[in-house]
């Protein structure tokens, strides 16, 4: 029933959310053939760019005359950075809103116990992220269409977007966590989004120095690295170790916490 009520909460957002992004991701596919065929002026463009610029954004492994080389510079950053935005803003505000909007004494007086509650808060943000996730995937899949005559190793690009879900599930997880400890939506919606643009520029900052080459190890956008994914066919198996463990940590820890904390009604 819980689970219910939450998801039908959010379902606008989510359909709204998706829609952007679909558009978007369209959008951009639906430009590329015409692109490609001034490879040679778009090379030189790339070329063009500080070569700290190019290890950031993958620009010195990928090629935007290729469709998947044009998707993982271009619209992966749109994917990660909006669906991370998403995904906090989502999870930040699903707790701490009862006692924000003053529902939290209905929610309470409901036959159910506090650790069925935040249950069905975590998986009705992990079915949103999920839906909002394969959203990503068809949207691409259809405007990949548009470039026909491209060859594409979909083994590349299917471990590209399961590497952007765990990431957009590790940020909703660390905002879930936050909403449970809070009692202010407002003041956790601005924390959880200042994290997202911290890591992402944490990530770009690992991506244009060596010196600051360990800072991958901190932000979440380098877990999804494009540029690594799509040229080796392959993804880290470090990475998504450590995002499993944050996002059970941070459930874990919202759940522990959630169970014993002193609401006010």
């Known amino acids: 029933m819980l689970f219910r009520r939450e ?18 991701i369209l959008l951009y596919l639906s430009i590329f053939p015409s692109m490609a065929k001034e490879q040679a002026n778009m ?23 290729t469709l998947l080389g044009f998707y993982g ?21 699903i707790i701490a809103k009862e006692q924000n909007e003053k529902t939290a004494e209905f929610l309470l007086s409901l036959p159910l ?3 069925t509650i935040i249950l069905h808060k975590g998986a009705a943000v992990a079915s949103n992220v999920l839906l909002f996730n394969l959203v990503i995937v068809a949207a691409s ?43 202010r939506t407002r003041s956790i919606v601005s924390i959880s989004l200042g994290l997202v643009f911290v890591m992402y520029f944490l990530s770009v900052v690992a991506g244009i120095s060596e ?25 880290d198996p470090i990475y998504p170790v450590i995002m499993a463990v944050v996002i059970a940590g941070c459930f874990l820890s919202a759940y522990w916490y959630y169970s014993k904390k ?3 009604v």
């Open 73 to 93: 510079i271009e619209i992966h950053l749109m994917t990660t950075l909006l669906g991370s935005i998403y995904a906090a803003l989502l999870a930040s505000g």
């Open 43 to 65: 090379d030189s463009l790339t070329n063009a760019v500080p070569e700290g610029m190019q290890k950031a954004f993958g620009m010195d492994r990928l090629s935007l005359g």
């Open 211 to 235: 010196r600051f080459s360990w800072l991958k190890y901190a932000s979440p956008f380098k877990y999804a690295d494009s540029a690594q994914i799509l040229t080796e066919h392959s993804l």
């Open 141 to 183: 899949l259809v405007g990949f269409q548009f470039s026909s005559g491209q060859d594409i190793s979909y083994r590349a690009f299917f471990l590209l977007e399961l590497a952007v879900l765990l990431m957009h599930l590790t940020f909703a997880a660390i905002a879930f966590l936050f909403s449970a400890l809070a009692r």
């Open 113 to 115: 116990a506090r650790q």
């Open 7 to 24: 998801f039908k909460r959010n379902l606008r957002s989510l359909i709204i959310w998706s829609l952007i992004m679909a558009g978007i």
């Open 262 to 264: 002193d609401i006010v």
